[in-house]
């Protein structure tokens, strides 16, 4: 482990931070609010990473995987404790638990809140707030691979280490290049969204918000009542359809660029993805219908659609109280927690592929025990997954279930009911943001203890970088030289 060079890239990482900032005190601005909620930060920040980069700045050495892990997993907590500033200067939060919870869940698109009257907050720390969302979806060391070229082959570490889903479809052979388009494509439909909300009688400011917390599949709103107090059914279908497209891998929206159909129509990941999305609003739609918990079926496939890709898509955004909805619909609910969106998108969860290659393997194995001269082997779109591909997934998620339960238990340690501590870890971990009893849909974590607050960001950091970038940094042998 070369610790100086990874110091220098997190000093560079940190002057890149603090120059995004900018964009939050241009707000403050034109509302016309304190200008030190911003410069404060960005003085901080900035000069924390300048005196860091130059007493590393004669570090020498190239980026492989193990500084990669390091940069990835450090940046991302730095950027918590540096991008919780604003919340503190401007008294929005008074402790930094609750700062650093608000900022981590924005970083991780996981969209738990500890405010309780987000409508008197100051514009500008709203701004940021989603903000936080934006740069987390797509990945901010994403970002820095595509602004920074002196990464050169250490940025395909990073970028490893960041994007989420067990196979890697390199969309451009430099991974340079590959960065740029993942955030070309993000902006790009980012303004598609902004624009079409516009239409629907938002103003520029909570467009850009709802947009960011759409596409980053965040959740977080500038209302307290989140997208159910625009209760327009333009605004919910418009953005049912970007959480769909957020949640779907965005190497396929490259496929589509280059007009691979084929390559798009024949992905199983996306059929199965768009299947469960299908199936779980139809059966939600029919029993909130059956139990007249809408005045009209036209509202009844609305609001299901909305609440299904919501929660599927790890967003969080609602538009009704789905803890009031009957057991079965929560219980489904609960179950695409885990699931989530595709790999390659800024969805949280398992990700479909790992729920498609877990029970292809599992169906391979049953062939096994009941044929044991049968040879099987387990394909996706047509294409043979290796063997450590199956070994990592398994990996994956005997460690998801190891730290979710050490995690539940803890929680409920604290004086938390059994359905609030399993739920708050689960919407934690998979980076929903709402969960059910006290932390549901109408609540949120202000409630909580500063250790669950500090322990439930970190299952945030966890599931946003899929628990191995984060577990190697506990391994003794991952310091060495």
């Excluded at 060079?5 to 890149?16: C, D, E, M, P, W």
Aim: charged share 10%; net charge positive; glycine share 10%.
């Amino acid at each position: 482990m070369n610790l100086r060079i990874v110091l220098r890239v997190l000093g560079i990482f940190l002057i890149l931070l603090g120059g995004i900032m900018i964009v939050p005190l241009m707000w403050a601005v034109h509302y016309n609010e304190p200008l030190r909620y911003f410069l404060v930060p960005i003085a901080v920040t900035l000069l924390s990473g300048i005196l860091i980069f130059l007493c590393f700045r004669k570090a020498h050495g190239a980026l492989y995987p193990k500084e990669g892990f390091a940069v990835v997993g450090m940046g991302w907590i730095l950027s918590s404790v540096f991008g919780c500033l604003p919340y503190l200067v401007s008294n929005t939060l008074p402790t930094f638990a609750d700062a650093y919870f608000e900022t981590m869940s924005g970083f991780t698109t996981t969209g738990a809140s500890v405010m309780t009257n987000i409508e008197a907050t100051a514009k500008c720390v709203l701004f940021w707030r989603s903000l936080t969302h934006w740069l987390g979806g797509m990945g901010i060391i994403v970002l820095f691979v595509a602004v920074f070229p002196f990464l050169g082959v250490g940025g395909r570490y990073l970028l490893r280490s960041e994007v989420p889903g067990p196979i890697a479809d390199d969309i451009k052979p430099r991974i340079k290049e590959t960065a740029r388009m993942l955030w070309i494509l993000y902006i790009g439909l980012t303004i598609v969204q902004t624009t079409l909300l516009m239409f629907g009688g938002m103003d520029l400011f909570e467009s850009l918000c709802h947009t960011f917390g759409t596409l980053a599949t965040g959740g977080f709103s500038t209302r307290n009542a989140s997208i159910g107090a625009y209760g327009s059914a333009y605004i919910e279908w418009v953005i049912i359809v970007f959480m769909l497209m957020a949640g779907t891998n965005f190497s396929l929206y490259y496929s589509l660029i280059k007009k691979r159909w084929r390559t798009f129509s024949s992905n199983t990941e996306l059929r199965v993805y768009l299947s469960i999305f299908l199936a779980g609003s139809i059966i939600a739609t029919v029993s909130i219908c059956h139990n007249g918990l809408v005045p009209s079926v036209s509202e009844g496939i609305r609001t299901a659609a909305f609440q299904v890709a919501s929660i599927l898509t790890t967003t969080g955004f609602v538009t009704t109280d789905f803890d009031q909805w009957p057991a079965m619909l929560k219980v489904m609910l609960v179950t695409f927690m885990f699931i989530g969106g595709c790999a390659g998108s800024t969805g949280g969860g398992l990700k479909v592929i790992r729920i498609i290659i877990l029970y292809k393997f599992m169906v391979s194995e049953i062939v096994k025990k009941a044929n044991p001269g049968a040879v099987t082997t387990v394909k996706i779109s047509g294409v043979k997954v290796e063997r450590h591909v199956i070994e990592s997934v398994m990996g994956l998620f005997v460690l998801a279930i190891c730290v979710f339960i050490v995690a539940v238990f803890l929680i409920s340690m604290r004086d938390v009911d059994l359905i609030t501590a399993v739920t708050s870890v689960a919407a934690t971990l998979w980076n929903i943001g709402p969960g059910l009893s006290k932390v549901g849909a109408v609540c949120n974590y202000e409630f909580m203890d500063t250790f669950s607050k500090f322990l439930l960001a970190h299952c945030m950091l966890m599931g946003r970088l899929e628990l191995f970038t984060i577990a190697v940094l506990f391994a003794p042998s991952f310091w060495r030289k």
